[in-house]
Each structure stands twice: as C-alpha cells, then as structure tokens.
C-alpha cells in the first residue's frame, strides 16, 4: 500500500512528467533518482511542511525545464558553429594548398616550422610536415643576407617591429631565389613570443623582368607613366622622370600639358588627354616637351586606358625620347634642302638613273636647257632624246658605265629638246650601283652648244 507521501510524489511526477518521464537527455536517470528521492525524504520527516516542499520541488523542476531548454539550444548553436568551423577550415585547406605564396607557422618554444606544400614545391625540398626552425633557415638563406635577416627576426620578436624582409634562399638545384618574407608573431601573457606566422612570395621571376625593364628603358630611353583620374597623380618610373626632369609628386596633368613647347603641342596634347579621359581613347602622339630645367625634348608619348567596374580608372602608357631622332630628321631636311637648292640653281643638267637607264631624278635646269619639267622625264629612258644617228654609240658609252664604277670618260651628245631642236651636251657618268644609299648612275651634262657651233662655223670657213 503506498504511503500518502508517496502519492503526492505520484501525483508530482504526473504533474512534471518530464522529470519523471527521464525525456530530458541531458540529466542522468542517477540525478533524477536522487532529486525524487530528496523529495520523499523531505515530505517523510517534515508531512506538515509537504505542500510546502512540493511546491518548491514543482518550481526546481520547471527551472530544470528551463535550463534543459538552454541547455538543447546551446547544443543547436555547438553544432551549428562545429559545422561551420569546418566550413571554415575546408576553405582555408583550399586556399592553403591553392595560395601562390608559400606558407609557414614556425613554433618559436620548440623551433620547430611547418611550411605549405607550395612553398616546398618552390624550393623543391622533400615534404616533411615540420623541420628545424631558425636550423634550417641558418642553412638556406644567402650568407650575405643571414645576418640582416636574423636581425630582422629578432627586432620583430623582441620589439614588435613589423616583419617584412627580402632575402635569398637556396633551392634544391643550388639557386638563389629572391623571396618577400611577411611573418606575425604571437605574445603570450608574459610578452614572450611563442609562435610565428606568415607568407613566402617568390620574386625571383619579377626582379628579373624589372631589371630587363630598366635595362631596356636605359637603352631606349624609354619610361613608363600612369595618370590616376580619380586623384589627378601622376606616377612615373626612374626613366620618365629623368626624361620630364619632374618627380611624380611635382607633377599633374596640368602642369604637363603646360610644358609643351607651342600652343600646337599644348592642343594636341590637351586633345589627346580629353579623349580618353572622356571616350576612353588611347593615343600615340610625337611633341615637343620643356623639361622643368628649360631642354627642349621631343617626346612619343604613347597612352591606354585601364577601366574597372565600368569606369575608366586610370591612364598607363609610355614616354620616349625622340631628341636624337627628331635631329638626325632634321638634318636630313635641312641637307635635303641645301641639295634640292643647289640642283635648283646649278646650270648643268644633273640626271640620275636605274641600271637600265630609267630616270629617278632630274634636276630643275632640264627646263631651261630641254624646256621639259622633272615631271615630264620620269620614268623615261634618256636614250628616248638622243638622235638615232647617235643611240648606238651613247648605248655602248652607257653599257661601260655600268661596267666601271665611279667616275667614266666624258662623251659629248647632241639630244633633242621638247620644241624639236638640237643642242650638244657634254656628258659624264658617275657609276654607283654598289652605294647603297644611291644604287644608280648619277650623270651629268654641261651645255656646249655655242662652243660646237663655233667649231661647226670654222669648219665650215
């Protein structure tokens, strides 16, 4: 038979069933048992205190309620977090084995340092998990940059100054590479430094292309330069500034267009900027540009436009000088001219032709001495104007021109002038196939009309 203390348990446990029921997972059958087991002891000794203490047991058993809720909520958000801390570290795996960059975590207590599978594969060293720390670098690293580097190492480690260090290590093959070293330490409580991360970049590959670069610019004097729309700075590499003779930060686009030696250059330059700011057009244009010391140089300014997310960003392009290039042009015009004046105004006939006799040039006094242009005789045969009587012999004349190089014997020639009549000329060739600036035969005719007819006239006497 049960005691009333006992139904009251019942009638309790019918009440908070889940107590009673042991539904909740997180408490033990051995915990609820001696809660049940406190309740009865209490109603047995103390019966005129019972509804008191089941009360009380009521209220302990909806705080358990409560604390059992938690309790499932904090196992919900435990196991959200856990799948998400491995979501985490599969992206991080990724990322890990997929980063340009070498990896390495060096535990500074035990000098022992792990490095990523990509950096081993750049240093083609065998794949050991982890390997004597500062021992191992002792072995690799350059000797001239060993001592600079473990200076930066302790600097790092014992006055938290950033770690950001180029230096040397040796491969497996025996060569230096050059590599960017960017580490973070960590500190426990006491300011020791117990660990060390961070990143190995190869720039073994860039330092040689940037040498090739400057190599290259100094050769052809040729500079780089880029204009940031966004802030109005220009940017430019050791060559164009030499060039402009302005430091990046002394110049704006403005202040460039400004050098420019005639209101010419200053529009074609202004356009040219306009252009692809507005439309995004690049340009390829030739100026001439007064450095900031006052020298006269002329420029290739070549240009291209760089856009992100739609909108044009920045202009990058190149800068050349042209100085040396511009002169030799101009020399070239100025002695072209000086020769096109002496033809002009020279008295003899000077006619250039091709092997086969063809005219290439004819200078200004055919008109005075034949009545024809220089239009009118090129690309004609000069044999055309000679009389037939005396083609045969001003072919073979020819024919040992070409066989004799430089100056031949002088001939004397009557030829036939646009208006019918005769005049006599004497002739000489100057044989200069073989120069490759010329490769013809250069021959020149002096009128010696009135002297033949005066001979003519005394025959005749």
Known sequence: MRTKQESIVGNTRAKNKRLTTGNIKSHSSKGLGVLIDL?????????????????HFISLSEASDQVNESLEAILELFSQISYQLQESEERFRLAFEAAKDGLFDWDIINDKAYFSAKFREMMGYPAEDYIDGINALTQVVHPDDLAPTLEAIEAHLQQRKPFFHQYRLRNITGEYRYF????QAVWNEDGVPTRMAGSLTDLTEDLRLNRLITQMEK?????????????NEFYQTAIAQELLEYCSNQLNLETFISRFKSQECDDIVRESFQSAI?????????????TKKNTLRWLRII?????EDGKLQQLVGVVMDLTGVKKQELSLIRSQRRWRSI????????????????????????RTLLGFTE???????????????????????FRKAQSHVGIGKRVELSIRTKYGTLIYLEAQANNQL????????????????????????LVYK
Not at 221 to 227: K, M
Not at 303 to 307: E, P, R, S
């Open 434 to 457: 073989n120069n490759p600036d010329l490769e013809a035969i250069i021959i020149t005719c002096r009128d010696i009309t009135e002297r033949k007819q005066q001979e003519l006239a």
């Open 303 to 307: 240009a291209d436009t760089i856009v």
């Open 219 to 231: 050769i052809g004097l040729i500079g780089a330069w880029e204009y940031n729309i966004i802030t």
């Open 375 to 397: 239009a009118e005789l090129s690309g004609e045969k000069v044999f055309r104007f000679i009389p037939e009587s005396e083609v045969d012999m001003i072919k073979e004349a």
């Open 180 to 183: 960017l070293v960017k580490g």
């Open 343 to 366: 033809f002009t105004n020279i008295s003899d006939l000077v006619t250039v032709v091709d092997i086969d006799g063809k005219i290439l040039f004819q200078s200004a006094s055919v």
């Open 278 to 290: 507005k439309f995004g057009k690049a340009f390829d244009i030739e100026v001439a540009f007064i």
């Open 39 to 55: 309740e009865n002891y209490l109603k047995e000794y103390f019966p005129h205190n019972a509804k008191s203490i089941e009360n």
